[in-house]
Each structure stands twice: as C-alpha cells, then as structure tokens.
C-alpha cells in the first residue's frame, strides 16, 4: 500500500480564496482524521470520521473551515474564505477501527500558506 | 484526556542508548500508552505502545513503570535518523479511534555523530 496520500503537497493562495486539501486513506481503514500543526500550536486534531461519518468535529477552527468524506477512500478539507493564520501544515491520518487500539498512519502533509 | 509530560529537549551520541522518558500520573486503568515520532519535514510515524508490560519491536523498546505513572521510550542504538520529536500520547483502551490523538509538544532528540 501506498500509505496516506495527500494533495497537494505545497499550497500557496491569495487571501480570501477557497483552499482545498485531498487526502486518499489507505484502502481498509474506516477512521480518517484531519490535522493541523503550527508552531504555536502544535499537532491539533480538527475532525475525525468512523465509516465516512463525521463523529467529532469540535477541533475546527471556524465556520471557514469544513470536511467531507464522499466515500471510504477519498476526504476533502476545504477552506473558504482563507486567511493568513490559515498558514499550517494540515495532516490527513487513517487508522483501522478496533478495540485493539492499533496504529494511526498520517500522510506527509499538505503545507499551505496564504498570504 | 489525561496529560503526559516530557522534557522538552535530549542528546544522544550515535551508536548509544536513549531513553526518553514520560510522566502520566493522571493515567486511568484504561489508557493505553503510545509513543509517535516525527522526522523533520514529515507526518508523525507510530513507534510503539503498551498497556500494562513492557513491550519490544524493531523500532524500540517501552518500560512501563509499575504503577503505569511513568514509562521509557528505549532507542538501543541511536542512529542519525532517530532525531526526531517523540511524542508520549495516552489513548483510551477500547475506544476505538486510535487516530483520535491528543499531542502535547514532545521531546526533540538530538544525535550527534
């Protein structure tokens, strides 16, 4: 398996413009859960999904801010109006649910800047 | 959620032993222990975790204290690759969404050659 693929890897936009980012889990899993890490801030979850239900989606910033998840392989963060404190590196991670307590998988990141 | 505590910073030589520590003292009899890395311009990568005993794999090795108030991320060889942000991470047993993780800021491990 590929492992968590996001898109685009670099993203650069104007204030004001719709941003968004892609994430393609890995095929099997049924939890997908959005990051966002800044310096000041650190790794913050931002919504997760169990079988492409949003469960908890407490860790989005604002109203700006939204996540689908159309099908068990494909999840969309979109931004819209961006602003520059936007500017993060936003994670995609997916994980099989279990009562195993198994392992999260996190893409390598979609880095976005708005200026 | 129940908070760890980690030193913000460690050195290591290449070559050695390190041992990251982590406090959990609010930990419930249900909480698993994990540990997280991130490489520098990368997505965290799973390294380990545990319950209630030690627990060895390729990557490395996880001492948990007794009263499970404390544990040691153990790397047995450090290598220059191993520097990294180590994240100590409590996560509900059971619960099920095991990317449901609440990061703190970690240890960033230095290894010098």
């Known amino acids: 398996d590929a492992g968590v693929i996001q898109s685009p890897r670099h993203e650069v936009t104007e204030m004001g413009q719709e941003v968004t980012l892609r994430c393609k889990p890995i095929s099997g899993h049924n939890s997908l859960f959005w990051y966002r890490q800044t310096m000041m801030r650190g790794l913050e979850l931002l919504i997760y999904f169990n079988n492409n239900v949003p469960i908890d989606d407490s860790g989005m910033p604002e109203d700006r801010f939204s996540a689908k998840m159309p099908n068990a392989s494909f999840s969309t963060l979109k931004i819209q109006p961006s602003e520059p404190r936007d500017s993060a590196v936003y994670f995609c991670?997916?994980?099989?649910?279990?009562?195993?307590?198994?392992?999260?998988?996190f893409g390598q990141g979609t880095r976005l800047t708005v200026v | 959620d129940a908070k760890t505590t980690q030193p913000n910073s460690m050195e290591s030589n290449e070559e050695e032993p390190v041992h990251l520590p982590c406090n959990h003292s609010?930990?419930?009899?249900?909480?698993?222990i994990h540990w997280y890395r991130q490489l520098p311009s990368q997505g965290p990568e799973y390294v380990i975790h545990g319950l209630t005993s030690n627990v060895n794999n390729r990557m490395a090795s996880l001492a948990i204290a007794e009263d499970r108030k404390s544990s040691t991320l153990i790397l047995h060889r450090a290598t220059l690759r191993d520097a990294a942000v180590y994240y100590c991470?409590?996560?509900?047993?059971?619960?099920?969404?095991?990317?449901?993780?609440?990061f703190g800021q970690g240890t960033t491990l230095q290894v010098k050659p």
């Open positions: 991670a997916s994980s099989l649910r279990s009562t195993m307590n198994t392992e999260a998988f």
């Open positions: 991470i409590l996560a509900p047993k059971g619960s099920g969404n095991t990317g449901k993780l609440i």
């Open positions: 609010t930990i419930s009899g249900t909480d698993y």
